[in-house]
């Protein structure tokens, strides 16, 4: 019976510790977040058209020196406008956050073009939905994922694990794009 108790209180306490180290990486990524923006009239600017993206859009880079501190990617297509912000500390990447607006219906799908085609419905800027989603990286590695609804994804799934090279591969190009000029 004390072999079973030992165990399961060292199981906890190995879980509460992982849980406090989490929950100090999350703060000092805010806190380095905080900084990066407070910090931002030190940074030189760039900005270049996004040129790879099939949608129009620009990408606006914050740095320090020839390191990235933060990185905005603007797009604005026929359904939807979106930005995505990268924060960097030390040449890694600890926070994404990505803003996408979804329209109704495509923003070309006017009164007139939907009254033609028979449709009722047309693209209305009131109808547009806000999807926020909130990444946390430590050591380039994603930690924490919050989706739209504002409720962590569980790291356990696969949509979690695929997620993480596909920001990693967005926030290299973004950055690759402006250090070209």
Not at 9 to 18: E, L, M, N, P
Not at 36 to 47: E, F, V
Not at 148 to 160: E, L, M, T
Request: hydrophobic residues 40%; contains cysteine.
């Amino acid at each position: 019976m004390k072999k079973l108790f030992l165990l399961v209180f060292i199981a906890f306490s190995v879980f509460v510790s992982c849980k406090k180290k989490q929950e100090n990486v999350l703060q000092s990524i805010r806190q380095k977040q905080e900084e990066i923006n407070a910090d931002l009239s030190k940074y030189t600017l760039r900005q270049v058209d996004d040129i790879i993206s099939a949608e129009r859009g620009i990408i606006i880079g914050y740095f320090r020196d020839e390191e990235a501190k933060k990185v905005q990617s603007q797009h604005f297509g026929k359904d939807k406008r979106s930005f995505v912000t990268y924060y960097f500390d030390d040449g890694m990447l600890i926070y994404v956050r990505s803003e996408e607006y979804v329209y109704n219906k495509p923003n070309t799908f006017t009164e007139e073009v939907a009254r033609a085609a028979g449709d009722s419905v047309w693209y209305d800027d009131t109808k547009t939905r806000l999807e926020i989603n909130q990444y946390f990286f430590d050591d380039n590695k994603l930690i924490k994922w919050t989706g739209p609804s504002a409720k962590d994804v569980p790291v356990n799934i696969a949509d979690f694990t695929q997620k993480e090279p596909a920001i990693i591969a967005q926030a290299l190009l973004a950055l690759k794009q402006l250090k070209v000029e």
